[in-house]
């Protein structure tokens, strides 16, 4: 999932690892979230927006994408 995290992180003058201590994970997971290796829970992306003060929406793009969403996995749909 494409996201914005980077952007407002650095707008708040953070680095990964200041981030990840508010949120309770570690600069490696912040790190995998930035570059699109790992997509947060719903409750991580919503605690990492509280810090940005911003909603979800802004900051991860829920756009479609080539990959089949979990729920299409789960269903069969090609």
């Known amino acids: 999932m494409k996201n914005k ?3 407002f992180r650095e707008s708040l003058g953070l680095t990964q690892q200041q981030l990840g201590e508010l ?7 912040i ?7 790992y997509e947060p829970s719903i409750w ?4 990492i ?3 940005f003060h ?3 929406e802004e900051v991860f793009l829920f756009e479609e ?6 729920a299409q996995q789960s269903r069969g749909v090609i």
């Open 5 to 7: 995290m980077k952007e």
């Open 23 to 29: 949120v309770g994970v570690s600069r490696q997971a």
């Open 31 to 37: 790190n995998a979230i930035e570059t699109e290796k």
């Open 44 to 47: 991580l992306a919503y605690d």
């Open 49 to 51: 927006c509280k810090v």
């Open 54 to 56: 911003c909603s979800i």
């Open 65 to 70: 994408s080539e990959r089949k969403s979990r």
